[in-house]
């Protein structure tokens, strides 16, 4: 199966595969973060009192969520110079990714928040706190726990989402690759270098995640 | 300008139309066969023997573990050095068939797991077999957990198939994408297919929800 595998050529393009790595690596964390704020905005705009909030938050959170992020990625990439806009690809794929995991961290978020009971916030009232007492004390010390598993699967999806940069020429992991491929015409040793590295990436987020839920059930029994 | 390309776009809508019905039969036959091989997979992960068990687990975590972009390229690229032509149509398929058994046996497998281990012995005491005490017993009663996100998979599936424009199959995102060379209006042009998608899409995503809704209130009337 694997007869004429060439050790050699991974050997060589080992460079490229690091710089490959760290600029997926580097993508994700970016692109994470600020994902992070747009979901937590985009949740408090869902659970906003003010319709026209509400409204707009979901219909950002429902469109991203039934359309795919390829055709994110390629509406950014060609709608964007059409405004007129010249942004580079990097950029581009990073705003991409940011809307199309905020919109997944908004619904994690609020399921965070609505798993907190009504009994507690109503605790917090008749303690006299005012709302963002209550957010501070009794909300949100509640729902972050709950959010964190979740969040470590989204992180997970985004790690590997960020592999469709490669489709708009962004020097990723993937992209290594397929510039591999075209170079040399060595798919297998390729795309099964590629797939190695998204593994290491996956077991370690994997199993924080793991961690995590394990932690989170433990401190709930107590 | 942009309403002379508009025109242009609504001339060329049929063509839109047919990736749309590709992008269906794509991810109805992979979700077909998907479902099928998940299902059996799955109730062997719940249920079976200890040598086939860690195999699939393997399995799960190389298809979780790795980009759909990866693996769609190791099956259209690879598999030809190995003596196995496959035409773009085919590997498509193939592709989205192993994903999406991976995700759907994971999802039957915890639906399995979550009937609790008194019916079994319940069932296995009143005189039932291997495969009546699943059949009578403990499906009925996983496909409550089982059903809402597998239809949810449903939708990451049918995302997951504009994946497969990269090899050249003309659905609905290789459409917007060969559209986009002519009609330089990338907002345009990407709104519109994310607006098929959107139809397709949106309307699992409710039936999911109120599937889990319903499931749920089921449960607290019993």
Not at chain 2, 19 to 28: E, K, N
């Amino acid at each position: 199966m694997l007869k004429g595998f060439n050790f050699r050529v991974i050997w060589e393009y080992m460079p490229y595969f690091l710089e490959g790595l760290r600029n997926t690596f580097l993508i994700s964390i970016v692109s994470l973060f600020l994902a992070l704020i747009v979901g937590v905005i985009a949740c408090a705009g869902r659970l906003s009192p003010w319709r026209l909030v509400r409204g707009l938050s979901i219909a950002y959170i429902e469109s991203i969520r039934s359309t795919p992020l390829l055709v994110q990625i390629y509406f950014f990439y060609f709608g964007l110079p059409t405004l007129g806009l010249r942004v580079p690809e990097l950029q581009t794929g990073i705003l991409a990714l940011m809307l199309n995991s905020g919109a997944y961290i908004a619904e994690i978020v609020r399921a965070g928040i609505t798993s907190v009971p009504n009994g507690q916030i109503e605790a917090g009232i008749s303690s006299g706190l005012n709302y963002f007492q209550r957010m501070r004390f009794i909300v949100l010390p509640q729902a972050l726990g709950e959010t964190v598993p979740p969040l470590l699967g989204q992180a997970i999806v985004l790690v590997k989402d960020s592999a469709l940069l490669s489709m708009i020429s962004v020097m990723e992991l993937t992209r290594v690759g397929q510039t591999l491929t075209s170079e040399r015409f060595m798919p297998a040793e390729a795309f099964f270098t590629v797939a190695f590295f998204y593994l290491c990436i996956y077991f370690v987020l994997k199993s924080l995640a793991d961690w995590s839920q394990k932690k989170l059930i433990f401190r709930e029994a107590y | 300008m942009m309403l002379f390309y508009f025109q242009r776009l609504v001339e060329i809508l049929p063509f839109f139309f047919k990736g749309l019905w590709m992008t269906v039969v794509v991810s109805g036959i992979s979700l077909a066969l998907g479902t099928i091989l998940g299902f059996l997979l799955g109730i062997i992960r719940a249920s079976g023997n200890r040598f086939i068990k860690p195999v699939i687990g393997v399995y799960v975590a190389l298809i979780r573990g790795t980009p759909f972009v990866v693996q769609i390229f190791i099956v259209f690229f690879i598999l030809p050095d190995w003596g196995i032509q496959l035409a773009a149509f085919p590997a498509a398929i193939l592709a989205l068939t192993i994903l999406g058994t991976a995700f759907i046996c994971e999802i039957v497998a915890g639906g399995i797991k979550s009937v609790h281990s008194g019916q079994w012995e319940a069932a296995a005491s009143s005189g039932l077999n291997r495969y009546q005490q699943l059949r009578y017993v403990i499906l009925p009663q996983s496909l409550q957990t089982i059903l809402p996100p597998l239809v949810g998979q449903y939708v990451l599936l049918i995302k997951d198939s504009s994946v497969v424009s990269v090899i050249g199959v003309v659905e609905l995102t290789r459409v917007g994408w060969l559209t986009v060379v002519r009609i330089p209006e990338g907002l345009m042009v990407f709104s519109l297919v994310g607006i098929l998608y959107f139809a397709i899409s949106y309307p699992l995503i409710r039936l999911s929800n109120n599937m889990e809704k319903r499931l749920a209130t089921q449960q607290v009337m019993l």
